[in-house]
């Protein structure tokens, strides 16, 4: 190599090896994703793609009033929520693959069966295949009114602020369809009967709407504490 | 004042009260309870369930992480190829535990956490970026069940997490130091049969 054309052609070759592979390993990492920092007790990274929804706070806008919004009833034919304009209602965000709810299903039939003739109406809104629905409802022996839907089912979820709904949740309006109460997850007795017992406070004006939500918010929150304590 | 999920009443109430007035919405996070309230009966999905996915040989592990009182249906647990170029077989995941509903019969389930091991092979060999979405569903055991959820995730490259990490690019040092070594080969063949140019 005592030929100094040959002494550079070598070099060059070495340095373009060398660039070679740098650019080799800078596509491999670059290949791999972006390297984000991870909370403890997590093995990854999020898809930097999606909302970190994570610890976030949400803030959903219950209605005031009831919102209209139509779906299809059990036989298919499509139902405003305002068919029961008038009513008292109680309505119950379900489906079939969840526990919570089929375990209120008695709870409601049975309050549905208490309330009949005095203005208050129990409508079950199944986010859920309507195939499924008609099954169970058969099985069930379902005898209140119940609409079905998926997406849109999903957005009357919505219009109670309900965004990315868990379910169940239940909606109580009195006769004018103001929104008393919002309860989410599983309903029992002692809770539905304190709130239409509120509901009916309402109706029947022996009280006014804001004195009946602060009734209910202290109401349940002190049958919490009682269950708690 | 924190109480435990189980001792707390399913509701969660989300009541416009006082604060309230005639034709105004009250905005609110849904899974407080009451307007004054900071107390959480319920927590958002991605809290409680958190879920990370991790490179690990010929394998991508995802792991769940499930807040107490929450858990997971084994039965509803997907994974699934994302890039184009991934096939991934069936994830292979633990028995869990049997938890009998009255209302929904029994079913296998898993509570605090659970991992997923899912074999994959990949045909373009990592041209593109490694990508699986996961498909899970659980509730709360107060009374509470989230829709499917479905996340993308990228699987990070190492060891499984609670492992003493290594560089995630074993090779990265070892291009510096043949990249450094190339350029001061270079130097010396080009050096080769000179003197130095110093001053008399």
């Given at each position: 190599m005592n030929n100094p054309g040959l002494r550079y052609l070598g070099a060059a070759l070495i340095v373009l090896v060398g660039v070679w592979a740098g650019l080799k390993f800078h596509s491999v990492r670059s290949g791999e994703g972006p390297v984000v920092a991870v909370p403890a007790g997590m093995a990854s990274a999020p898809?930097?793609?999606?909302?970190?929804a994570g610890d976030e706070v949400p803030h959903p806008v219950v209605p005031a009033h009831l919102p209209d919004f139509s779906l299809d009833d059990l036989s298919g034919k499509p139902t405003s929520i305002s068919s029961w304009r008038g009513k008292?209602?109680?309505?119950?965000f379900w489906a079939t693959w969840c526990a919570p709810c089929r375990r209120e299903i008695p709870l409601l039939k049975t309050l549905a069966a208490d309330w009949a003739g005095r203005d208050l109406t129990v409508v079950g809104i199944a986010v859920d295949h309507a195939d499924k629905v008609r099954e169970f409802a058969g099985e069930?022996?379902?005898d209140y009114p119940v609409l079905i839907g998926e997406e849109d089912a999903l957005e009357a979820a919505a219009k109670f602020g309900m965004d990315s709904p868990a379910l169940p949740f239940t909606v109580f309006t009195d006769r004018r369809g103001e929104v008393v109460a919002l309860f989410v997850g599983e309903l029992h007795r002692p809770q539905a009967d304190f709130i239409l017992s509120e509901v009916q406070n309402l109706n029947q004006e022996r009280i006014a709407l804001p004195e009946a939500r602060r009734a209910i918010a202290d109401g349940l929150e002190a049958m919490a504490e009682k269950k708690a304590g | 004042m924190k109480r435990s999920l189980g001792a707390v009443s399913v509701a969660i109430l989300v009541v416009f009260g006082a604060l309230s007035l005639a034709g105004t919405a009250q905005s609110k996070p849904w899974w407080m309870r009451g307007v004054d309230?900071?107390?959480?009966?319920?927590?958002p999905p991605d809290v409680a369930f958190r879920v990370g996915a991790q490179v690990d040989g010929n394998v991508v592990k995802v792991r769940w992480v499930i807040a107490d009182g929450y858990y997971l249906y084994r039965s509803k647990i997907e994974v699934r190829a994302e890039s184009p170029d991934l096939v991934v077989a069936a994830p292979q995941l633990p028995p869990g535990v049997l938890k009998t509903d009255p209302y929904l019969g029994?079913?296998?389930i898993y509570t605090q956490q659970v991992e997923a091991v899912v074999p994959y092979s990949r045909l373009d060999a990592g041209a593109h970026?490694?990508?699986i979405k996961v498909i899970y569903q659980g509730?709360?055991?107060?009374?509470?069940c989230y829709p499917p959820i479905t996340k993308v995730l990228f699987p990070a490259a190492g060891p499984p997490a609670g492992v003493a990490s290594e560089p995630p690019y074993p090779f990265e040092s070892t291009a510096i130091i043949a990249g450094a070594g190339a350029f001061l080969l270079a130097g010396l063949v080009l050096r080769k049969g000179r003197k130095l140019d110093t001053p008399a």
């Open positions: 898809d930097p793609r999606e909302n970190s008292s209602l109680v309505i119950n069930f022996k379902i | 309230s900071n107390q959480t009966d319920f927590l029994t079913q296998r970026p490694l990508q509730c709360a055991e107060a009374g509470l």
